[in-house]
């Protein structure tokens, strides 16, 4: 389900243009959404997942680069929330980020009106619940932003456009896994695969009955484009569609060199968009399946997602065993090999009518070089937690990096965060990273844990140099891609080897950096770069405190109270093209009487 949206109302639309944070040429979009419990049976089993307007998994947001965004959050869980949006780079404005070292959580039974602006992106994204381990039951949803019309896009345009998010499930809700986690265990296996929030057809007798499955409605020979999120706790995920080509064409807005795919691993968190051609014959469905990698296949049968690609042509069921997945248990290097595949589109535009590759990242000298090494989790006073360099962030009553900033809170967190691998014994900390503005910084992701990881940065894309199995050194440099590496905020490190990133620092605020494995973030694996160009006396280069800003650790006395929510669902409000017009020559006439 998509729902998009060109306007706000008149006086809300005046208020933000007055308020300085819109545009005047950039047209807004207003949602409404509402984060509530239901009862769902993905897996055949009732339980509580999380809804967004009643809908689960959430609605998909779609608007066009450079639309200001406006997102009122509806909390009507028994918890507080906050809601991140991986990949939006939230240009010079790191208080909408959504996570808690840059915003305060929005307790229980109030809302939240998230304002930001898309600039100069585009691509396929989601949004998320950040914290207390909500994401394993939901509250996640596509976020797509799409070219302006005077941007051609590399390929034909698609017939189609379909979102697809997969993710492992487990049948426990959210707290019960949380509770497990603090009581030093391990999750354990998950329950199953959801595509779409659904549960596997039945293409074995594995599968029980009473499952609903997702199917995909396609036409023959047309051409659809295929956007699928791993939106699942802790598992990579191969994609593939039985009998059809992935046509790969972008990763987290970049534009990809164009390459088939028989199938594809998925890490948690990221998300491509895939070019797929309806070229077979209809004698019968086919399957669609997500399955687990890096893991032991004939322990981790049962959890396998698998939805239909149904042709309106279509004579048949889809029958038979699945389509295998890449046999690789004795070989490793396959995984390697194919994340190093994916190149930048260098002739392709991007959100700018220019190519991509005009940044010339290979040629620029290097300022800080960050390695960051993750082992399995540990014991730190007493409590088993995850880290990076012996660090393990502490969250809990923690006031914002910027918004301490902004009120001279002394205390709040430490700048010395270890830019190798600590020596001393590891503990609990809020140490973050103290980078400079405009600085060009090379990230080395060692993971010496026992599983593969994703590492996300928040506000930013960056290079994806380099990778491999072994330990990092400064010979590894050697490898590195300086010409067509894929640009984008997600990457896997794989157990027992390093990723290495390059990322320019322009954008002004404080940035988390984590692994996106929901149990390891949840213990502590991740950091902040706090980025403040010291001649910014005028806030030309970061946006004001929103007038919005909630405030909590050792600020909580500045919050006032809120009225508890009404009974009203979310809403989109949408306008016709015509009266946008007409609203717009009446904030003008507004302007004029001002």
């Known amino acids: 389900m998509s729902l998009s949206c060109h ?17 005047a040429g950039d047209p807004s979009a207003n949602y409404e959404l509402e984060f509530s419990y239901i009862t769902a049976s993905p897996l055949g089993v009732p339980q509580q997942v999380i809804a967004v307007n009643g809908k689960f998994p959430g609605p998909t947001l779609n608007v066009t680069t450079n639309y200001n965004v406006i997102v009122n959050v ?4 028994d ?8 990949g939006i780079e939230m240009r010079r404005s790191s208080w909408q980020d959504g996570v808690l070292g840059t915003n305060c959580p929005i307790p229980a039974k109030w809302n939240w009106t998230y304002r930001f602006q898309v600039k100069d992106q585009i691509g396929s994204y989601h949004y998320v619940p950040s914290t207390n381990f909500q994401r394993a039951a939901g509250g996640f949803g596509g976020f797509i932003i799409t070219n302006r ?3 051609q896009l590399p390929f034909d345009t698609p017939d189609g456009d379909m979102v697809i998010t997969i993710g492992d499930w487990y049948t426990r809700n959210h707290s019960a896994l949380r509770a497990s986690l603090d009581a030093g265990k391990e999750l354990d296996m998950p329950d199953g695969v959801l595509i779409n929030g659904k549960g596997p057809f039945k293409y074995s007798s594995i599968v029980p009955d009473g499952i609903n499955h997702t199917t995909l409605n396609v036409d023959p020979g047309k051409t659809y484009r295929i956007r699928v999120i791993n939106v699942g706790v802790s598992t990579c995920l191969n994609f593939r569609i039985q009998s059809h080509n992935l046509l790969l064409a972008e990763a987290e807005g970049h534009y990809t060199s164009q390459q088939n795919y028989s199938s594809f691993d998925i890490h948690v968190g990221q998300s491509y968009s895939f070019l797929v051609t309806m070229d077979q014959n209809a004698s019968s469905d086919y399957y669609i399946v997500a399955s687990p990698r890096f893991v032991n296949q004939s322990d981790w049968q049962q959890v396998t997602g698998v939805a239909i690609l149904h042709y309106s042509n279509s004579k048949g069921h889809a029958s038979g065993p699945l389509p295998d997945p890449p046999n690789d248990i004795y070989d490793h290097s396959f995984a ?7 190149r930048m589109n260098n002739s392709a535009s991007g959100a700018r009518p220019n190519p991509q590759g005009s940044f010339h990242y290979g040629s620029i000298n290097v300022t800080d070089t960050y390695v960051l090494r993750s082992v399995p989790p540990l014991m730190i006073d007493g409590k088993r937690r995850a880290s990076f360099n012996g660090i393990s962030f502490a969250n809990p ?3 914002p990096v910027r918004l301490a900033d902004n009120h001279n809170v002394k205390g709040a967190y430490k700048l010395d965060f270890p830019k190798t691998p600590a020596t001393e014994i590891p503990r609990v900390d809020r140490s973050i990273i103290n980078a400079t503005y405009k600085g060009f910084v090379e990230i080395i992701v060692q993971n010496n844990d026992t599983v593969v990881q994703s590492f996300h940065m928040d506000g930013y894309s960056f290079f994806v140099v380099g990778m491999a199995y072994g330990n ?14 894929i640009s984008r905020s997600t990457t896997q490190v794989f157990p027992g080897g390093w990723t290495a990133v390059l990322v320019y620092l322009d954008n002004v605020g404080a940035w988390n950096l984590r692994t996106v494995n929901l149990d390891r973030w949840y213990l502590g694996q991740e950091t902040y770069v706090r980025i403040i160009n010291p001649e910014d006396h005028d806030q030309k ?4 405190v929103p007038d919005n800003a909630l405030f909590c650790g050792v600020l909580g006395h500045l919050q006032r109270p809120q009225k508890t929510l009404s009974s009203s669902a979310g809403s989109i409000r949408k306008l016709s093209k015509s009266n946008y017009v007409i609203l717009m020559a009446f904030v003008a006439a507004v302007y004029m009487m001002i």
């Open 79 to 86: 918890e507080s929330l906050l809601i991140t949006w991986p």
């Open 541 to 544: 280069t970061e946006l004001p």
């Open 472 to 485: 990092w050194t400064e010979n590894s440099r050697g490898s590195y891609n300086r010409w067509d590496a």
């Open 74 to 77: 509806k909390n009507r869980l």
């Open 149 to 151: 019309k005077v941007i």
């Open 336 to 342: 390697l090999n194919q994340a190093l595949s994916i």
């Open 7 to 23: 306007t706000l109302l008149c006086w809300f639309h005046i208020g933000l243009l007055l308020g300085g944070f819109c545009f």
């Open 397 to 399: 009553k923690i006031t």
